[in-house]
């Protein structure tokens, strides 16, 4: 390896901005720094294991994990991983080289250690010797996965946080008491940075034969409004059948696709709720909680008018709502949640619902990330998700505006089943307590406006739609 990183940095420097799962997309850098630089491989292919430090252009400074491969001749099927040519030699995201993917998963299986990287096996793991070749997963966006056969799935952390990761501590500790609803954990990749822990892969148990929510609720949708204008206006008129869940509270409909799963959803999200209670404890919420849990609503939506104006003319109503949740007086359990749930994190197998990725939102404080929570905010953001799905196909659709009942009424009815199953899975039940709900559900709702109008424009009608009829 050349003794100077001057001309990898400078590679790094405009590849890092490209990729989906870097924060600052599209910014030019010019300030950055490898922290850590371990050689896991010699020779062609060989590897190395780095830590960049580069300055988000917000006042922050971000820490990411960048392991690179080196050949002199690249492959084909690598050129999408390219990073650029360094003395000669071609370097590249290693993790698209199944060649190099083994040498991560041969020191789990080994428990290296090489340099500060530590390679830990959990305990009772099944042997990782027949593990056929990774795979990189194309649909995350702020991680990388490598799939090895249908036996195990290795999450590789591009951005660090020092701390007890959320991830690996929940779904460990939710295995060790027997939860069906998470992926054990078989082993895991850690550092330390600055004297404190860092955890960079998680090697758990793949979920073969599973299909993510999202993409199981879209697939339904697809085929629903490719109905339109022959049969699926019946859903709005027939008779309810026995044990559906009505639309809304007015005219009866009868029941459609997805409204089964979305209520064995909620009986696997209770499920979940539980278990994470006992593993990491249930209380009721002090006044002075709550009233700072609804002080930072007011606060990020004032910070949210500030950033979309089509806020303001809803400030009033939002604001009621967040008062009315500040006064509740009975008692308000917190818990250890998930922190950001939806569709997208949770995959349908023949073992039923199981949830994934219990980071939180990667840009929160780990300390706020770890903090308990009422278990409703998990449910207000899948009921935002539904919302969603429902909406989401609609987007420049010829026919959106006869199809909006249709949406209307599937999203109603995955919600209420959702929340139907959630109460009969043991968790405290929504319709109780439909004033913290709605406020949990508003606050998700501006969050997501704020975050449309950067990331998505031509998506901002969903929250802002919801905002406008809350």
């Known amino acids: 390896m050349p003794d100077s990183n001057a001309a990898l940095v400078s590679l790094l420097a405009e590849w890092l901005p490209q990729q989906r799962w870097f924060p600052g997309r599209g910014m030019a850098l010019s300030d950055i720094v490898i922290v850590s630089d371990v050689l896991l491989r010699a020779g062609d292919p060989a590897m190395r294991h780095l830590i960049v430090q580069a300055s988000l252009g917000t006042g922050t400074v971000g820490r990411f994990q960048v392991p690179v491969g080196y050949r002199e001749q690249l492959p084909s099927e690598l050129t999408g991983a390219l990073i650029g040519y360094q003395d000669g030699q071609a370097c590249y995201d290693a993790l698209h080289d199944p060649v190099l993917a083994e040498v991560l998963l041969a020191g789990l299986s080994e428990q290296q250690n090489a340099g500060p990287l530590r390679f830990v096996r959990e305990p009772?793991?099944?042997?990782?010797?027949?593990?056929?070749?990774?795979?990189?997963?194309?649909?995350?966006?702020?991680?990388?996965?490598?799939?090895?056969?249908?036996?195990?799935?290795?999450?590789?952390?591009?951005?660090?946080?020092?701390?007890?990761?959320?991830?690996?501590?929940?779904?460990?500790?939710?295995?060790?008491?027997?939860?069906?609803?998470?992926?054990?954990?078989?082993?895991?990749?850690?550092?330390?940075?600055?004297?404190?822990?860092?955890?960079?892969?998680?090697?758990?148990?793949?979920?073969?034969?599973?299909?993510?929510?999202?993409?199981?609720?879209?697939?339904?949708?697809?085929?629903?409004?490719?109905?339109?204008?022959?049969?699926?206006?019946?859903?709005?008129?027939?008779?309810?059948?026995?044990?559906?869940?009505?639309?809304?509270?007015?005219a009866p409909a009868r029941e459609l696709p997805f409204i089964e799963e979305a209520r064995q959803l909620g009986r696997a999200t209770a499920e979940l709720h539980a278990a994470m209670a006992r593993a990491f404890g249930v209380r009721d919420m002090t006044a002075a909680e709550l009233g700072g849990l609804t002080a930072h609503m007011h606060d990020k939506l004032s910070e949210a008018m500030g950033i979309v104006p089509d806020l303001v003319g809803y400030e009033a109503r939002i604001r009621s709502a967040y008062d009315a949740a500040g006064r509740l007086t009975g008692a308000v359990p917190v818990q250890r949640i998930h922190g950001d749930y939806h569709l997208g994190q949770v995959l349908l197998g023949p073992q039923g619902w199981v949830a994934l990725d219990f980071e939180g939102e990667p840009a929160v404080p780990l300390s706020v990330r770890r903090a308990p929570a009422p278990a409703l905010r998990d449910v207000a953001g899948m009921l935002r998700s539904f919302d969603y799905a429902s909406r989401q196909q609609l987007v420049g659709h010829p026919a959106a505006g006869p199809l909006a009942p249709l949406a209307d009424a599937w999203a109603r009815q995955c919600q209420a089943a959702f929340c139907a199953g959630y109460a009969a899975g043991g968790g405290i039940d929504p319709d109780g307590h439909g004033a913290l709900l709605h406020a949990l559900t508003l606050e998700k709702a501006v969050y997501e406006v704020v975050y449309e109008f950067r990331h998505r424009p031509a998506w901002l009608s969903i929250p802002l739609n919801f905002v406008a009829a809350a």
């Not at 997963?137 to 090895?148: D, I, K, M, P, R």
């Not at 460990?172 to 609803?181: C, I």
């Not at 629903?224 to 559906?244: I, K, M, N």
């Open 124 to 250: 009772g793991a099944p042997e990782f010797a027949g593990f056929a070749d990774g795979r990189v997963l194309g649909a995350e966006q702020s991680n990388t996965s490598l799939v090895f056969g249908d036996e195990a799935i290795l999450k590789v952390l591009r951005r660090l946080f020092a701390g007890s990761n959320p991830d690996l501590e929940v779904a460990d500790a939710l295995s060790r008491l027997g939860s069906t609803r998470v992926a054990a954990p078989y082993g895991w990749i850690e550092t330390d940075l600055d004297g404190e822990p860092v955890l960079l892969a998680v090697l758990s148990r793949f979920l073969a034969g599973a299909r993510e929510g999202w993409t199981l609720a879209l697939e339904h949708l697809r085929r629903l409004y490719s109905r339109h204008g022959v049969d699926s206006r019946e859903f709005l008129t027939a008779p309810v059948a026995a044990g559906a869940v009505r639309a809304d509270g007015g």
